[in-house]
């Protein structure tokens, strides 16, 4: 069983969130977690000016996904920052390209569940995923967030991320805040949730 994890990020932490989500997907027995990252829209000098290169560089060794790998995978998971509450232009422009798939119906009935960052502790975590989920919705897919069942979402003593909607990262507004070991458990936790969903489903 396969389980896809497709995600943009500039700076590196959904890229961080979104590996320790394949980690998990793993840890569950017989399941191929693939790591793929979108593409990217903005030009190399627009990238510098943001301080964004050598983010993008140290990701350039995970291959870009395809639209076609969508429809291959029993189980998919997408990591994108926060952009305004809702999802970045560049998982915007991928999703856009996935008419094909939704003519056909390639995406009814497998599993969809999301991940994202924000700089601040409410800089819109919820919004992104509930509004991403109108596009899984639209597909046909399986809905599948983080249950309560990870205690890490119980914390009180120290600022996290993650909610029962997603896996979630908090990089400050500097961006100098990496994913926390709780948040990383929380993803972890996540994808080998989705994964066993999908094993039920496709059993």
């Not at 120290?158 to 500097?174: F, V």
Request: aromatic share 8%.
């Amino acid at each position: 069983m396969k389980v896809l994890v497709v995600y943009y990020s500039m700076y590196g932490h959904v890229y961080k969130l979104a590996e320790a989500t394949a980690e998990g997907a793993r840890s569950a027995e017989n399941v191929e977690a693939v790591l793929r990252r979108v593409p990217e829209t903005l030009p190399e000098s627009v990238l510098e000016k943001m301080g964004a290169v050598e983010a993008q560089k140290l990701q350039a060794h995970v291959p870009l996904c395809t639209v076609d790998e969508l429809g291959e995978a029993d189980a998919i998971i997408f990591g994108t920052p926060t952009r305004f509450g809702n999802m970045c232009g560049q998982m915007r422009q991928f999703l856009d390209a996935t008419g094909q798939l939704w003519a056909k119906g390639a995406l009814v009935g497998k599993v969809g569940s999301v991940i994202t960052s924000s700089n601040t502790q409410h800089g819109g975590q919820e919004s992104t995923i509930l509004s991403f989920h109108l596009t899984l919705l639209h597909h046909g897919m399986v809905v599948v967030g983080l249950p309560y069942a990870f205690q890490g979402q119980f914390m009180m003593d120290e600022i996290s991320g993650c909610s029962p909607y997603g896996a979630s990262t908090i990089a400050g507004g500097d961006g100098s805040r990496f994913p926390s070991e709780n948040e990383l458990a929380g993803a972890q936790y996540q994808g080998e949730h989705v994964a066993n969903i999908a094993k039920k489903l496709t059993a």
